[in-house]
């Protein structure tokens, strides 16, 4: 049964960064709706939105690159919400679906988003919208971070692991059977040992690469949340077997990141270059992903970490959090509420 579509909608906005986008965002309840809203492309589904979840792209494009978004613009890419309308034939209207849309597309953070099949894929029964809404980006990350990289039984380190791709990462990769270390601070141990760490570094009072080096363990994937130091990369020869990689999904667009970066990607290894190999990693949706996330939830495998909840006129406040750096886990935004 076909939905109805209004003619605006509800929508936290925002039209100048000066300050940071936390102090910028206004709703706006006359929204103009996505472009396509009301004659979609092939491959497209229209969304009403019932809860979203700010990540640090949102973030990032906006303050770093806002002259790619037309304004007033709409963050956030995390979605879970109702299929209103839509041009693929295995969805059908008053569907639950979650996913996200692709950059510059943002707009979760509004009432209705279109999106395309690679992003769009049914909640599972048994979990919930709140619980779909917070697997888009970091959820996706973690998965495609570490599920080509392994094998059950294989030893896994995480940096960075109460995080939201972190609390993700763990669970993933015990989902997938294997051994999990991971790094956090102090207050975060318990957490993280509750998600299934083996073994838990306080970063705070122990040097990682240190502790790392003395431990002599070998690791078979090193998945680097956080991008803290480049040394870890350069002396992963010390933790990481020969066939390991080392992955990484972090660092600030600043022009010392991206010397690293380059350092990293062209220094030869036979004149010390990185001795291991390094992947950078930027999610892409891709739909088989995504069910393959939703069937270890729905097996109880993988739950998303919520550690506070806000309504759409409290977007800035959850913004202002995400960029405090001490997220716990995921902040989700009702937009639309339960549908």
Same mark, same amino acid.
């Not at 350069?234 to 600030?252: C, D, E, M």
């Not at 990693?281 to 739909?287: E, M, V």
């Not at 309504?311 to 549908?339: I, M, N, P, W, Y």
């Given at each position: 049964?076909?939905?109805?579509?209004?003619?605006?909608?509800?929508?936290?906005?925002?039209?100048?960064?000066? &300050?940071?986008?936390?102090?910028?965002? @206004?709703?706006? +309840?006359?929204?103009?709706?996505?472009?396509?809203?009301?004659?979609?492309?092939?491959?497209?589904?229209?969304?009403?939105?019932?809860? +979203?979840?700010?990540?640090?792209?949102?973030?990032?494009?906006?303050?770093?690159?806002?002259?790619?978004?037309?304004?007033?613009?709409?963050?956030?890419?995390? /979605?879970?919400? +109702?299929?209103?309308?839509?041009?693929?034939?295995?969805?059908?209207?008053?569907?639950?679906?979650?996913?996200?849309?692709?950059?510059?597309?943002?707009?979760?953070?509004?009432?209705?988003?279109?999106?395309?099949?690679?992003?769009?894929?049914?909640?599972?029964?048994?979990?919930?919208?709140?619980?779909?809404?917070?697997?888009?980006?970091?959820?996706?990350?973690?998965? #495609?971070?570490?599920?080509?990289?392994?094998?059950? &039984?294989?030893?896994?380190?995480?940096?960075?692991?109460?995080? &939201?791709?972190?609390? /993700?990462?763990? #669970?993933?990769?015990?989902?997938? &059977?294997?051994?999990?270390?991971?790094?956090?601070?102090?207050?975060?141990?318990?957490?993280?040992?509750?998600?299934?760490?083996?073994?838990?570094?306080?970063?705070?009072?122990?040097?990682?690469?240190?502790?790392?080096? @003395?431990?002599?363990?070998?690791?078979?994937? /090193?998945?680097?949340?956080?991008?803290?130091?480049?040394?870890?990369?350069?002396?992963?020869?010390?933790?990481?077997?020969?066939?390991? @990689?080392?992955? +990484?999904?972090?660092?600030?667009?600043?022009?010392?990141?991206?010397?690293?970066?380059?350092?990293?990607?062209?220094?030869?290894?036979?004149?010390?270059?990185?001795?291991?190999?390094?992947?950078?990693?930027?999610?892409?949706?891709?739909?088989?992903?995504?069910?393959?996330?939703?069937?270890?939830?729905?097996?109880?495998?993988?739950?998303?970490?919520?550690?506070?909840?806000?309504?759409?006129? #409290?977007?800035?406040?959850? /913004?202002?959090?995400?960029?405090?750096? @001490?997220?716990?886990?995921?902040?989700?935004?009702?937009?639309?509420?339960?549908?």
């Amino acid at each position: 049964m076909a939905m109805t579509i209004p003619q605006s909608m509800r929508a936290s906005q925002w039209s100048t960064i000066k &300050g940071g986008i936390e102090k910028n965002l @206004r709703v706006n +309840t006359s929204a103009k709706l996505p472009k396509n809203a009301n004659s979609l492309p092939a491959d497209h589904t229209l969304v009403k939105v019932a809860y +979203t979840t700010p990540n640090p792209i949102d973030t990032k494009v906006a303050e770093f690159f806002p002259f790619l978004l037309s304004k007033p613009a709409t963050p956030c890419l995390d /979605f879970s919400g +109702t299929v209103v309308a839509t041009t693929l034939a295995h969805l059908k209207p008053g569907e639950l679906v979650f996913g996200k849309t692709e950059p510059p597309a943002f707009g979760a953070l509004g009432e209705y988003v279109v999106v395309g099949k690679a992003g769009c894929v049914p909640v599972p029964n048994g979990v919930s919208l709140k619980q779909a809404a917070c697997v888009g980006v970091t959820g996706l990350t973690s998965y #495609q971070c570490i599920a080509p990289y392994v094998k059950a &039984g294989d030893k896994v380190f995480i940096n960075g692991g109460s995080g &939201g791709t972190g609390t /993700f990462g763990i #669970q993933i990769a015990k989902a997938l &059977g294997c051994h999990v270390t991971t790094t956090c601070s102090g207050p975060n141990v318990e957490l993280c040992k509750s998600l299934g760490a083996d073994e838990v570094i306080d970063y705070r009072s122990n040097d990682v690469l240190s502790t790392l080096k @003395r431990s002599g363990k070998q690791y078979d994937l /090193f998945y680097d949340t956080v991008w803290a130091s480049p040394a870890l990369y350069w002396n992963s020869q010390h933790y990481l077997k020969p066939s390991a @990689r080392f992955v +990484t999904i972090a660092g600030s667009p600043s022009i010392g990141t991206v010397v690293e970066l380059l350092k990293v990607f062209l220094w030869p290894t036979m004149l010390g270059g990185g001795q291991r190999k390094f992947v950078f990693h930027t999610a892409t949706s891709k739909a088989a992903d995504y069910e393959a996330i939703a069937k270890m939830m729905a097996e109880g495998k993988v739950k998303a970490v919520i550690e506070k909840e806000f309504e759409l006129e #409290q977007a800035d406040q959850a /913004f202002a959090h995400l960029k405090s750096g @001490r997220t716990k886990g995921k902040l989700l935004v009702r937009v639309g509420g339960e549908s």
